[in-house]
Nanobody
Framework: VQLQASGGGLVQAGGSLRLSCVGSGDIFNIDDMGWYRQAPGKQRELVATITRTGTTNYIDSVKGRFTISRDDAKNAQYLQMTSLGPEDTGVYYC???????????????WGSGTLVTVSS
């Protein structure tokens, strides 16, 4: 199982980006999905999560600006980011709790990071 994140880049403050994370491999289904970020010199932090039933949760600093969504048919999750500020700069990682066909034990998988840089 692999998760591939994409969509990062350089954007000016006030701009928008849409991150994508697509899973591949032996995937039976996906439970919770989420996005994390790590700013330079800081610990990785949770940004947003979405459950299998679509319940979402956000950290306070992104509420009203970021929207997490998922497409189970594509084994994908997305993070729409608007009104970006320099404080949103960092490497964004996706995570998913996945059950494989070979066994149905839920395991967490991390995707590759995608760099978001917001210039002031």
């Amino acid at each position: 199982v692999q998760l591939q994140a994409s969509g990062g880049g350089l954007v000016q403050a006030g701009g928008s980006l849409r991150l994508s994370c697509v899973g591949s491999g032996d995937i039976f289904n996906i439970d919770d999905m989420g996005w994390y970020r790590q700013a330079p010199g800081k610990q990785r932090e949770l940004v947003a999560t979405i459950t299998r039933t679509g319940t979402t949760n956000y950290i306070d600093s992104v509420k009203g600006r970021f929207t997490i969504s998922r497409d189970d048919a594509k084994n994908a999750q997305y993070l729409q980011m608007t009104s970006l500020g320099p404080e949103d700069t960092g490497v964004y990682y996706c995570k998913a709790t996945i059950r494989r066909w070979v066994d149905r034990t839920p395991r967490d998988y991390w995707g590759s990071g995608t760099l978001v840089t917001v210039s002031s």
